[in-house]
């Protein structure tokens, strides 16, 4: 999944004798942690040069060989994970680049926002440590891949597919944004339960769907909005019957209807799941007192119905 880094405090001035004694004295486990004032989490962009290199020296046509030996091979961990089920190997990326080439050629417009990605996703992930104290920090990874993937999590942290991304215009028009809002939402992922991935275990409509809608929520807390916020606009107007259809299916294991069934259009918007599973999980949160523990309950999800019933969310209601 992703990473982290730690900032350390200057202490100033002299300690009297008798506050000496009372730090000494006090257990370890009552002196309060220092708040972190640097990112905790390595944003790792290497790979992304590494293919350039190789594509820009082959001209625009990296043969298969090259890019399994210097791309697969040489590159990260994350290329590696990211190769089952996406990249595949270095013919088949050969392949799609082949065929794809413009989307490659427009990637680049991307590569030149990552800096400022680097720098907004540094206060997200300090946003972070504060709401879930003990979150896990892996590092991100960005990375080109098969043209399939935008983005997903592994042993390596966050894996984010940059030619993918780049061309997800419907997420917004600001690139920056654009990838600041889907690294925060798969870092989401992060803080869940291993066995809550979908691909581990699919679950029902209403599982899977607060699963990216709590990962959906923990992007707008930390990095200002949802990464799918397109939905928002495309559902407008049709939201109680989109939520009544939702209830009818919640309980079913085909997901087909509502995630990772692909964008769709604005009349017929595709991964519908996203969109209610952040609704009813919003929700939740909003309506809980103590919202450390609400998060924590959300990321946790030991009990999906337990979490829409103690909601209060009902379909069509409106979400601040």
Request: aromatic share 6%.
């Amino acid at each position: 999944m992703q990473d982290r880094l730690s900032g350390v405090d200057t202490m100033k001035g002299l300690l009297t004798i008798a506050a000496l004694m009372a730090v000494i004295s006090c257990p370890v486990s009552a002196l309060a942690a220092p708040e972190r004032t640097s990112s905790p989490v390595e944003i790792r962009t290497g790979d992304v040069a590494l293919f350039y290199q190789i594509y820009d020296a082959a001209a625009g046509a990296p043969a298969g060989p090259a890019l399994q030996r210097a791309y697969i091979d040489g590159g990260s961990d994350g290329v590696r994970q990211f190769v089952p089920n996406r990249i595949v190997s270095g013919a088949h990326l050969a392949e799609v680049v082949a065929s794809e080439r413009q989307h490659y050629e427009d990637a680049r417009r991307c590569v030149e926002a990552l800096p400022g990605v680097k720098e907004q996703l540094e206060q997200a992930f300090l946003r972070l440590a504060k709401l879930v104290p003990d979150a896990a920090f892996p590092p991100v990874t960005i990375l080109i891949g098969a043209d399939n993937s935008g983005g997903t999590t592994g042993p390596s942290g966050v894996l984010i597919g940059l030619e993918v991304a780049c061309r997800a215009d419907w997420l917004g028009s600001d690139v920056t944004q654009r990838l600041v809002h889907l690294i925060a939402h798969e870092y989401g992922h992060v803080e869940q339960p291993a066995e809550l991935d979908s691909e581990v275990e699919p679950g029902t409509v209403l599982r899977a769907s607060l699963v990216e809608g709590v990962a959906e929520l923990v992007a707008e807390l930390i990095s200002g909005d949802v990464s799918n916020a397109h939905l928002a606009v495309w559902t407008r107007g049709r939201e109680k019957e989109i939520d009544e259809r939702f209830l009818r299916d919640a309980n079913d294991t085909d997901l087909s209807h509502w995630l990772y069934n692909g964008v769709g259009t604005p009349s017929d918007p595709g991964d519908l799941g996203y969109w209610v599973g952040y609704r009813i999980a919003r929700a939740y949160y909003d309506k809980s007192a103590d919202k450390r523990a609400a998060l924590k309950t959300l990321l946790a999800l030991k009990d999906p119905q337990g979490v829409l019933t103690s909601s209060g969310w009902t379909p069509g209601m409106t979400i601040q």
